[in-house]
């Protein structure tokens, strides 16, 4: 019989994590969110609970949790704020994960332990001007020049890119092509690099101006000439496009359980706000329009729970996975976006104030049915897993 109640060991992560988004996250993440700057006293704390670790063995610095147990502890940090939970996201899934998965003894050895603590964040830079959802069009290039790469492009619209506590991007870019000859052409081989912070040619820009999102930290990148050492390859080379498409693949399980959190969170707040708002002489959660409003958001909160659930099992049991992530990434994207919409109604004026729980929601939302695979590359991912592929 299937049972799809937490075990006792993840329910404890779970309560862990919920106390810390009330008792830290929620009082002070309202002030960073305004004021457009990232929550360092909040990221420590999280590395000092292990948040950084939780997917990663104790032999180099983590908590020798799962994948599981970190979508756990996403849900929980969305429920509150999500530019908190797209931080833990995006240096877990996307920056230490792909050393993880695909680097060397001593490149895990040099950098997980710091970023299992949380003393640096990494990055992923994949995504271009022209190369987003089409990263096969990565213009970026990495060029041998003896011992060393030379990285020439640029990336845009990454995440923990220039924190004062960066440590590292690791870079796509493409190496060489298939067959090349004196004409250049054949199939471009991309490949991952990793480039400390601060290598000469490196620049990070000024911080984007974003919808949603204010508290975290994102950067357009260039690289004029950056050298880094061959040893800085991640993985097999011309392997890079196939590791950041299974990164991808885990990271749409994340997302999916931080929209998820995010779709609660609305639950969560238009519940409080529907008992205590009085109007016409009674609360308005006597009304049915309302009662029936958060009805709708609980179950599409529900469903998207099970959906990441099921594919972050999946994941762990070793079985194919692709399909149930794009479908979890799919509908909680999308959940979170209309109970977004929902709660912003039930609480009107309030519900349009930046100060308020759901006005944040409401900002951050959206983001979810772009980043890390749109919602349409989604639907052409499912297409393509039932064998509609054109």
């Not at 109640?5 to 994590?17: A, F, I, K």
């Not at 792909?98 to 710091?114: A, C, N, S, V």
């Not at 970023?115 to 959802?133: D, K, Q, R």
């Not at 006005?359 to 297409?383: H, N, Y």
Request: with cysteine; hydrophobic share 40%.
């Amino acid at each position: 019989m299937l049972d799809h109640r937490l075990s006792s060991e993840y329910e404890d992560l779970r309560r862990t994590v919920a106390a810390f988004a009330q008792d830290v996250v929620a009082p002070k993440i309202g002030a960073y969110y305004e004021e457009r700057r990232f929550p360092y006293e909040i990221v420590a704390e999280m590395g000092r609970l292990g948040l950084f670790g939780l997917p990663f063995p104790e032999e180099y610095g983590g908590m020798g949790g799962d994948y599981f147990a970190l979508c756990v502890a996403l849900e929980e940090l969305a429920r509150v704020d999500s530019s908190v939970a797209i931080t833990l996201e995006a240096a877990v899934s996307l920056g230490a994960m792909p050393i993880y998965r695909f680097g060397t003894e001593e490149q895990k050895r040099e950098w997980l332990p710091r970023m299992c603590s949380g003393e640096i964040l990494g990055a992923f830079g994949l995504t271009e001007p022209e190369a987003g959802s089409d990263a096969g069009g990565t213009r970026t290039t990495a060029v041998r020049d003896g011992d060393e790469w030379v990285i020439n492009g640029s990336k845009c619209f990454i995440t923990n890119s220039g924190t004062d506590i960066t440590g590292l991007v690791t870079v796509t870019a493409v190496t060489g092509r298939t067959g090349s000859d004196s004409s250049g052409s054949g199939r471009p081989l991309i490949s991952s690099i990793i480039v400390p912070s601060g290598t000469p040619g490196f620049t990070v820009a000024a911080p984007y101006s974003k919808v949603g999102w204010n508290a975290s930290d994102t950067h357009e990148l260039s690289f004029e000439n950056v050298r880094v050492p061959l040893a800085n390859l991640v993985g097999e080379e011309g392997r890079g496009y196939a590791q950041f498409l299974r990164i991808l693949d885990e990271g749409r399980i994340a997302i999916a359980a931080l929209g998820t959190g995010l779709a609660q969170g609305c639950v969560d707040e238009s519940l409080g706000y529907a008992r205590t708002r009085q109007a016409f002489g009674r609360p308005i959660g006597a009304n049915q329009v309302i009662q029936f409003k958060i009805a709708d958001m609980e179950t599409r909160t529900h469903m998207s729970r099970l959906a990441w659930r099921d594919a972050a099992s999946r994941l762990l049991h070793g079985e194919a996975f692709k399909k149930e992530a794009a479908i979890a990434k799919l509908y909680s994207s999308e959940a979170a976006v209309d109970n977004a919409r929902e709660a912003t109604q039930i609480h009107g004026g309030y519900g349009f104030m930046n100060e308020s729980a759901v006005g944040r929601f409401w900002r951050d939302c959206k983001i979810l049915e772009i980043g890390e695979g749109t919602s349409e590359v989604q639907r052409m991912l499912i297409a393509r897993e039932l064998g509609m592929a054109s």
